[in-house]
């Protein structure tokens, strides 16, 4: 089994509706982190959690927010999607020199 | 404030050609971690190799060579001998201990047979 998951792998939604991306891991890391990627700019930072009571804003949080529930649990939600949130979205879980151990990632359109 | 460059924004190769991959690095701080990443077009990101800023042996793992020079910041990335699956778009990272990771734009090689 993979150590980091993400559900759903791909979703199409509607501009306004409310989307919740969800990352579950096996590694035991504490630390957690959302990334974005489109075409041509690489990967940007949304937010990073390093243990459960610990949420940071990353370079690009405007529009999203999430939820760590637990260790193992972090999860990403769009509270009213736009079109140009149409992104890959990456979960990622780090030891604490920060090797970073990605999800397969999670393609979203919003139309 | 940490930053890095991969100046090389797409690379081409023919076949069995060795290529290098450049990353230059910016940190005030001594400790540090360096890092590479392949994305293949398939999409996942695969972590390839770590470097801390005190071990600056070279790294060889198969055709895959990793250059650590602290004198110049840079830790560049050598395929020998190239082969198609090697066309990826590969990611130089950079951390501080407790710090996040920031990542370079990437370098997208193609290999061509």
């Known amino acids: 089994d993979a150590d980091v998951t993400q559900t759903p792998r791909n979703r199409i939604t509607k501009t306004g509706k409310r989307i919740m991306l969800e990352c579950s891991q096996t590694k035991g890391h504490d630390r957690m982190y959302w990334y974005r990627q489109d075409p041509g700019l690489g990967l940007r930072l949304i937010y990073y959690?390093?243990?459960?009571?610990?949420?940071n804003k990353g370079e690009i949080s405007d529009g999203y927010s999430v939820s760590r529930q637990a260790q193992a649990k972090f999860s990403l939600s769009l509270e009213s999607a736009i079109p140009n949130q149409t992104a890959l979205y990456f979960c990622?879980?780090?030891?604490?020199?920060?090797?970073?151990?990605f999800g397969p990632g999670t393609r979203l359109t919003v139309l | 404030a940490q930053k890095v460059t991969q100046a090389q924004t797409e690379i081409s190769v023919v076949e069995k050609e060795d290529v290098t991959l450049d990353c230059v690095y910016e940190?005030?701080?001594?400790?540090?971690?360096l890092f590479w990443y392949k994305q293949p077009p398939s999409g996942e990101l695969v972590f390839l190799i770590r470097?801390?800023?005190?071990?600056?042996q070279n790294e060889i793992s198969g055709r895959y060579s990793w250059n650590f020079q602290k004198s110049t910041s840079s830790f560049n990335f050598t395929i020998t001998a190239s082969q198609v699956v090697d066309s990826a778009v590969y990611f130089c990272a950079l951390t501080t201990s407790y710090d996040k990771v920031i990542f370079g734009p990437g370098t997208s090689l193609s290999v061509i047979p």
């Open positions: 940190t005030r701080d001594t400790t540090y971690y």
């Open positions: 959690s390093f243990d459960v009571k610990d949420i």
């Open positions: 990622a879980t780090s030891d604490f020199v920060g090797t970073q151990y």
């Open positions: 470097r801390n800023s005190f071990d600056e």
